[in-house]
């Protein structure tokens, strides 16, 4: 099926009449859209458009606030605790990456963790709010349990993403986004939509043996760690998610492994706890983006094994995206997520929807 062109603005304004028609506050749902418009732009699209449907159902049934702020509980020259007020994920994310930055123009060091939170969209998106001030940034989340720990037949962690933002010269940058999953729950749900099997080692049915079915993996089943099996290293993936569940759950004081409730049965509220840290490079070693260009430089110099496929470094891939996006004109979609998006629209009386005049071969 062909797949159509929508541009940023058509996108953040059609998120933005979703979200506000469900009683959002203008400003959360403009945060919400420009975090999921950023996902698909960067070729996130597990994280993106796909995920809209889920904000409103949230809203819509309560189990999300929709009014207030967060709030800061504790605090110190470098450090603070926040409660998110079971805000949008997009709302208290952006509240405490702001906050981290903050503290580390005055302290070097800036690292908030929040409880009370919802679903955030990609973790780079907070990480890379450092690089506007020439600043390393991470940020870490939990989830519902959606990933069975090696060895083991039941989910009890998230695919508990990680994301590490560093600057360089001219802009460049280094910007790592991953689970400690083998890949993102949306991967799968995309597929599963689409009709098509997924690679093996994404995740396992419902006996913890690997499978390429993603009805398998969603019904019953769970996501891998990165390294899929024990043989090839699935404990090492399994080790990272706890590591995150540690920096979130844990420090935080928020839900954690099996305790958070499960992906998408909105029985209570979430209270995912987050993570976000801001480096100031200048109260190191000088020369920081000098050292950090010759870096990327080095593995993007190298010759590769395929003439064909370029040694590249984390953020060149969404780099590419992008590009491609600009040169199109807009951000493409699969006809069959437009068509689900709109009568998700539909359903809550939004008239004026996403198009789909603008077809563009698969």
């Not at 960067?42 to 809203?59: P, W």
């Not at 702020?69 to 409660?83: G, H």
């Not at 969404?318 to 996006?325: A, K, N, P, S, V």
Request: charged share 20%.
């Amino acid at each position: 099926m062909s797949r159509c062109l929508i541009s940023h603005s058509e996108l953040q304004g059609f998120i933005e009449r979703c979200m506000t028609a469900v009683g959002t506050k203008p400003h959360h749902a403009r945060s919400l859209a420009e975090v999921l418009v950023e996902g698909d732009h960067r070729g996130h699209y597990s994280h993106g458009l796909n995920r809209m449907d889920m904000y409103v159902k949230d809203i819509k049934s309560g189990i999300c606030a929709k009014d207030g702020e967060p709030v800061v509980e504790k605090e110190s020259a470098a450090t603070a605790l926040v409660d998110g007020k079971n805000l949008l994920g997009p709302v208290v994310g952006n509240f405490c990456m702001k906050l981290a930055i903050k503290k580390a123009k005055e302290a070097g060091i800036g690292w908030v963790v929040a409880h009370g939170s919802n679903h955030y969209g990609i973790a780079g998106y907070y990480a890379m709010q450092a690089l506007k001030e020439n600043m390393i940034g991470m940020s870490f989340t939990n989830t519902s349990p959606l990933v069975v720990p090696t060895r083991g037949k039941e989910c009890t962690l998230g695919t508990n993403p990680i994301s590490m933002a560093a600057p360089a010269n001219g802009g460049d940058s280094f910007v790592l986004d991953m689970a400690t999953s083998a890949v993102a729950l949306g991967k799968v749900e995309l597929h599963e939509r689409r009709g098509d099997s997924i690679p093996e080692g994404w995740g396992c049915d419902a006996q913890g043996k690997l499978s390429t079915d993603p009805k398998r993996v969603l019904q019953g089943g769970g996501l891998v760690p990165i390294g899929g099996s024990e043989a090839t290293g699935g404990y090492k993936g399994y080790g990272l998610g706890m590591m995150v569940e540690v920096f979130c759950g844990i420090l935080a004081g928020a839900q954690y492994s099996k305790h958070v409730r499960t992906w998408k049965v909105t029985d209570r509220v979430a209270n995912l706890g987050q993570c976000f840290v801001a480096i100031n490079p200048e109260n190191f070693a000088p020369g920081f983006s000098d050292r950090m260009s010759d870096l990327l430089s080095i593995q993007r110099g190298l010759d590769p094994a395929d003439p064909g496929c370029p040694v590249l470094a984390a953020g060149d891939p969404e780099r590419i995206h992008m590009d491609e996006c600009k040169k199109i004109g807009g951000i493409s979609y699969h006809l069959k997520v437009v068509n689900y998006m709109n009568e998700c629209a539909k359903s809550i009386g939004v008239s004026s929807l996403l198009p789909c005049d603008k077809l563009i071969p698969n």
